[in-house]
């Protein structure tokens, strides 16, 4: 079974994600690219059941758009470094692909 585990910049926020995701997808709109500062976001999304926080979850921030039904924004409290959060519908968390530590493979 795939694993992938990953971590904030300061490493205060460590997760791990068990089986595979169950989708990836890089988003070009708007509020994706001022919430990265990025030309788009790259997020991978995983059943709550396959995700686990190992530590930090209560440095986890999230920041909600008053106009948005989806967006948001997590971030660790200490280094400002993206992190996941579970998605408003709580079926899947919403991972930054850049806060995995190694490649998950498949």
């Known amino acids: 079974m795939t694993k992938a585990k990953g971590s904030c910049l300061c490493g205060g926020v460590r997760f791990e ?19 990265t500062g990025s030309a788009h976001a790259s997020n991978l999304f995983a059943a709550p059941s396959n995700f686990r926080w190992i530590s ?3 440095l986890v921030k999230v920041w909600e758009l008053p106009t948005a039904k989806y967006f948001c924004k997590a971030f660790c409290s200490e280094c400002g470094s993206a992190a996941p959060y579970l998605a408003k519908s709580g ?13 998950p493979g498949e």
Request: net charge negative.
């Open 56 to 58: 930090g979850e209560e």
């Open 17 to 35: 994600i068990e089986g595979p995701h169950m989708l990836f997808q890089y988003c070009h709109c708007s509020r994706c690219r001022k919430g």
């Open 91 to 103: 079926k899947a968390f919403v991972v930054p692909a850049g806060l995995l530590d190694d490649d």
